[in-house]
């Protein structure tokens, strides 16, 4: 079985400060992962993913993911936090052996509230 | 949200009544998605379509059904609904040949009394 655990449930960081949301999977293949992030009342907006290659990917708004496969972890982070970054971030994982059935399904973290402060 | 549209996006209801959810898309994906948004859980998934009149379960299927008579339509139906199915659900779709990157929809707020 597949699991994604975000350890945040909360994350502050001040205006222009380095941020960091942390995400640790558990797959039994290759992952393919995720990262999401809703804004109030609204859907998930896709931010970036890791399928293959090179260990940071780059994605919407300035934001960038590292993948360690060492550590299990794909960690969100962004050089200069913007007070409209404030947002709920989720981390996603597949299974990247399987192309059909209910093993393709996207398996989602709880979710880590960041707030950027002015 | 990447053409897709849920409705109602807010419904109150009384506990053993039916609800059905609909979800519209105009991308011509293949999957769609129903999740349900619960603080500490994240999102959760309810049943998930591969095709027209292909559908199986996910992770929280109990309580709910879902048909998919046409590739834009998916309805998530609440045979009688109980408190503990009052969530946000959201819609998503994703293509054949992606990673399974997918797309939501607005989501629709359901209180159940």
């Known amino acids: 079985a597949q699991s994604v655990a975000q350890p945040e449930d909360q994350v502050n960081v001040a205006e222009g400060n380095p941020l960091t949301v942390k995400c640790t999977y558990s797959?039994?293949?290759?992952?393919?992962l995720f990262w999401y992030v809703q804004y109030p009342n609204r859907g998930l907006q896709f931010l970036l993913k890791?399928?293959?290659?090179?260990?940071l990917v780059k994605g919407s708004y300035g934001f960038e993911a590292e993948f360690n496969k060492s550590q299990t972890s794909f960690h969100l982070k962004k050089p200069s936090a913007l007070v409209s970054d404030s947002a709920l971030y989720f981390c996603?994982?597949?299974?990247?052996?399987?192309?059909?059935?209910?093993?393709?399904?996207?398996?989602f973290g709880s979710g880590t509230q960041l707030t950027v402060l002015p | 949200d990447a053409g897709i549209t849920q409705s109602p996006r807010h419904k109150v209801t009384e506990t053993g009544t039916p609800v059905t959810l609909r979800c519209h898309q105009t991308?011509?994906?293949?999957?769609m998605y129903w999740y349900r948004q619960d603080p500490g859980h994240g999102l959760r998934l309810i049943h998930y379509?591969?095709?027209?009149?292909?559908?199986d379960k996910g992770e929280v299927s109990d309580g709910y059904s879902v048909s998919r008579s046409k590739t834009e339509d998916f309805l998530l139906t609440l045979e009688s609904a109980t408190s503990s199915q009052t969530s946000v659900y959201f819609c998503?779709?994703?293509?054949?040949?992606?990673?399974?990157?997918?797309?939501f929809g607005p989501g629709t707020r359901l209180t159940v009394l």
């Open positions: 797959v039994s293949g290759n992952p393919y």
């Open positions: 890791y399928i293959t290659g090179d260990n």
């Open positions: 998503a779709i994703s293509d054949l040949n992606s990673y399974n990157e997918q797309f």
């Open positions: 996603a994982v597949r299974d990247s052996r399987f192309s059909s059935g209910s093993a393709r399904q996207l398996t």
């Open positions: 379509s591969y095709g027209v009149k292909d559908t």
């Open positions: 991308e011509n994906h293949r999957y």
